[in-house]
């Protein structure tokens, strides 16, 4: 199914429209997700287990934005203005992953399901993944970064975004990859699910310090740009009347400022939960050395005592 093409320059009314779209392939993953989300929230509550309501609001959150970025006229205009899919892909990697992990699926889907029937086959399934090699090599940074870097640099520089973008296709299963390489790169930094594979504070923030500078540089070389590097924006974006260079630029000052801020709160996160992870095992340790004392201290003691012995 081809989607409408506009052909006039959009106001900012107009990307909230309700417009023919092609296959609305995330907007009913969305859906999807929200429903058996709810499913597993309302289960939870109504057995009077506890879950949490932010949890909640931040994965529902996540899903509308899923559907509303790629499911009202922003997704029309993504197909004949750079500038508009810059700020898809960016809302898809980083924007709407981080309202995705936060809601902590993984933790909800092994606590609310049952374990009998098709619950019990859908939990071995869960854990055999969490075991799986594949998982541990997948949400490392070894996986994350080369997966960036082909998403903005491989992607613009290399030509594969002109043969992609030609087809409704290809733009759907790049907004499909974007979406996915998000979530790759999110659950590691933020995830409080069980994981095959956790990394330190400090190795999540370097990894968020190197995501921001990818995609900060790539925005800058966009901006300076003489040349357009995707071909397939040009005839439509000069059919509503606008210089095709400058929405490219348009695109990459959107890379190099709206890109930077769920990066920030991301790095803000990270820092605080590792003050108050520090913070609350510091306190255990004075507790615990408090009521059983420290062997370190009481052999350090014992030693200062034979000194002054010895002086005497």
Same mark, same amino acid.
């Given at each position: ?31 999807? &997700? ?8 309302? %289960?939870? !509550? ?7 309501? !932010?949890?909640?609001?931040?994965f529902?959150?996540?899903? $509308? ?26 809302? &898809?990697? *980083? ?15 092994? %606590?609310? #399901?049952? @374990? ?16 799986? %090699? ?7 940074? !070894? ?13 613009? /520089? ?9 087809? #409704?296709?290809?733009h759907?299963?790049?907004?499909? $990859? ?11 930094? /933020?995830?409080?699910?069980? /994981?095959?594979? +956790? ?15 990818? @995609?900060?540089?790539f ?11 995707? #071909? ?9 009347g ?11 000052? &959107?890379? !190099? ?5 769920p990066?920030?709160? *991301? /790095?803000?996160?990270v ?8 913070? $609350? ?10 009521? @059983? ?14 000194? +002054?012995? %010895?002086?005497?």
């Open positions: 199914m081809t989607p409408w093409i506009p052909d006039v320059a959009p106001t900012f009314p107009d990307y909230f429209a309700v417009v023919p779209g092609a296959l609305p392939v995330l907007p009913v993953v969305a859906g999807l &997700l929200a429903l058996l989300y709810m499913v597993g929230a309302v %289960r939870m !509550w109504t057995h009077g287990r506890r879950w949490s309501i !932010w949890r909640t609001f931040s529902l959150s996540g899903c $509308a934005l899923l559907a509303g970025t790629t499911g009202l006229a922003v997704e029309n205009y993504g197909y004949a203005l750079m500038s508009v899919f810059m700020f898809q892909q960016l809302t &898809l990697m *980083m924007a709407i992953p981080p309202l995705l992990i936060l809601g902590s699926p993984g933790t909800l889907l092994l %606590r609310a #399901t049952p @374990h009998v029937g098709l619950g019990r086959r859908a939990l071995a399934v869960a854990h055999a993944g969490l075991r799986s %090699r594949l998982a541990r090599w997948a949400l490392s940074p !070894w996986a994350a970064l080369p997966l960036y870097l082909a998403a903005f640099y491989g992607l613009y /520089l290399a030509g594969f975004a002109d043969s992609l973008l030609s087809s #409704t296709a290809g759907i299963a790049l907004e499909v $990859a974007f979406l996915g390489a998000g979530i790759i790169f999110t659950i590691p930094i /933020l995830s409080s699910d069980p /994981l095959p594979v +956790r990394l330190s504070h400090g190795g999540r923030a370097l990894d968020v310090f190197a995501e921001a500078a990818l @995609h900060a540089f925005g800058v070389f966009l901006m300076m740009a003489t040349t357009m590097l995707i #071909t397939h924006f040009v005839a439509p974006t000069q059919a509503m606008l210089d095709p260079i400058e929405d490219q630029r348009l695109a990459g000052g &959107l890379a !190099w400022s709206y890109g930077e801020a990066t920030l709160l *991301m /790095l803000i996160y820092m605080h939960r590792w003050f108050r992870e520090d913070t $609350a095992r510091s306190q255990a340790q004075d507790r615990y050395v408090d009521i @059983h004392g420290s062997s370190e201290l009481d052999e350090y003691n014992a030693y200062l005592q034979k000194l +002054r012995e %010895r002086d005497a």
